[in-house]
């Protein structure tokens, strides 16, 4: 019997807010265990919510963006659950009446299909606490209550997906957007994205569902993807030997590249949902959605279409410089008055994400600048530096963040373009290599490669290679 898979995703996605869902404690990152906490997060008697409106934004902001409805009246309810990180024993989330639902993403395959993958709902609820773990086993557990009450989103899709690729191309849209609005950051080493997988496989082209497995918290969409293709094989080979799956929660194993069982899976209903007393029915004005909808920045997909139509880029360049919000300005920015956006394409798809790889930045802590790398590429096409003396003028402005110019006057680097000397050069290397000349003028044109690394080697790197190609050719052909 053939089987297909049946893939929904849960995200929980941090919300790029100054200060928590419901209480003014800070969301930085990094703080020390238990610094920003307060009577409202860690749920001190008689301490009430009061809703951040900044969370309420961006919630909008990002249902407007995944083509959600966004809701006029939403109701925030108590999920009861008890866990040593959630301090209330319950969490203030959104269950019958989320912000917004009924959105979709689009994701386009390798062959060029595109499938809509719809959206049920994206909800605003908050964060639980940090269980620290000794590394002794009999050791003892802390708790870190920094993260609990910071504001979520969480996207819950359709049953749409099918494959582990569609799944990372899903989330990789997903992440793109959520970016270009300015969202969240979605650093996934931070936590600020996280990935609940539930997938089960029934016989192809059956309408209904299997026994559904939950993976829970995902921290990569690389393993999001391997989880998959691991559940998937472990699940039909138990359906096709006539075994029997039972709901469960499971976890993936990063060590054994494979899911393993956590606990049976609880219900919706064990969570008794009720609406939080505490907490009014949520009313949104048409007037606030709509100021929202203005704020809304140009999304990756017509980013995409209008880099390769406006800069004559290649539907790949076009699709990696936008795969990031920050490298698609820096690429704008580099351009602003250079008529070769092509060359600083590639030289950023290869020279520039190859230094931010090796000395692990993000680009808005590079220190080359746009204008720095524009420069670069004046000095290049003013034949003042050559593409590999540019290599490395590019290599010490990461370092240093000094300009090219400085650097290039500081080493002497300056490339020699002066005709009349570049002549005196050429004409003492083939007073010196008559024999590689003669070579050359019998028909061995290989000869003429050695002829100018002579040129080369004597002006010590700096000549002009397209005048000395040129010299030399007029020279030897007189």
């Known amino acids: 019997m053939n089987y297909e898979a049946v893939i929904g995703l ?24 238990n610094a920003h906490t ?27 963006a995944l083509k959600c409805e966004i809701s006029r009246h939403s109701v925030f309810a108590r ?55 000794d590394e002794e086993t009999a050791g003892p557990s802390y708790v870190d209550f920094n993260r609990c009450g910071i504001p979520l989103l969480e996207i819950v899709t359709e049953p749409d997906l099918r ?23 979605c650093s996934m080493e931070k936590g600020e994205l996280r ?29 999001v993807r391997h989880a998959l293709d691991y559940e998937i094989r472990r699940q039909t080979k138990i359906l096709s030997g006539m075994g029997t799956l039972k709901q469960e ?12 069982a956590m606990r049976f899976k609880e219900e919706a209903h064990d969570y008794r949902y009720f609406p939080d007393p505490d907490l009014v029915p949520l009313i949104i004005e048409k007037d606030f959605i709509e100021r929202i909808r203005q704020k809304l920045p140009e999304l990756p997909e017509v980013k995409r279409l209008r880099f390769a139509a406006q800069y004559g880029l290649t539907e790949y360049d076009a699709s990696m410089l936008c795969a990031s919000p920050k490298i698609a300005f820096y690429f704008e920015e580099a351009c602003s008055g250079y008529g070769s ?9 290869s020279e520039l994400l190859r230094v931010l790889n090796e000395q692990k930045l993000e680009i808005d802590q590079f220190p080359v600048t746009p204008e720095m790398l524009r420069e670069l590429f004046l000095l290049i096409d003013a ?13 010490e402005m990461a370092l240093s963040g000094s300009t090219a110019r400085l650097i290039v006057e500081r080493a002497g680097l300056r490339q020699m373009s002066d005709q009349a000397e570049i002549q005196n050069v050429v004409d003492e290397v083939i007073g010196e290599h008559g024999n590689v000349a003669r070579d050359y003028r019998s028909g061995k044109t290989s000869a003429l490669g050695f002829l100018v690394g002579q040129v080369m080697k004597k002006t010590k790197g700096k000549a002009n290679p397209r005048l000395v190609n040129e010299m030399l050719l007029k020279r030897l052909k007189s």
């Open 383 to 395: 034949g003042e530096i050559s593409g590999k003396m540019a290599k490395a003028v590019f290599d």
């Open 79 to 133: 999920k009861n659950y008890f866990y040593p990180d959630l301090p209330k024993a319950y969490q203030i989330s959104q269950y019958e009446e989320p912000i917004s639902k009924n959105g979709y993403v689009l994701i386009t395959d390798a062959l060029k299909r595109e499938k809509k993958i719809g959206i049920t709902r994206a909800h605003l609820e908050e964060d639980a606490g940090k269980l620290i773990h």
């Open 341 to 349: 956006p092509k060359k600083i394409a590639n030289w950023i798809l």
């Open 249 to 260: 929660t499971r976890l993936f194993d990063q060590r054994k590249n494979a899911t393993v």
């Open 10 to 33: 849960e995200i929980h996605v941090q919300l790029d807010t100054r200060s928590k869902t419901f209480c003014s404690c800070s969301t930085e990152f990094g703080a020390p265990p």
């Open 195 to 223: 990935v609940d997988v539930n997938v089960s496989m029934r016989e192809a082209g059956a309408s209904g569902f299997g026994v559904k497995q939950e993976i829970k918290n995902m921290n990569s969409f690389a393993n």
């Open 38 to 64: 307060c009577p409202v997060c860690i749920a001190l008697p008689g301490a009430l919510p009061v809703l951040n409106r900044e969370a309420l934004e961006k919630a909008v902001m990002a249902g407007l």
């Open 163 to 185: 494959t582990p690729d569609e799944a990372f191309l899903f989330l990789t849209a997903i992440k793109e957007i959520l970016q270009y609005t300015g969202v969240s950051e």
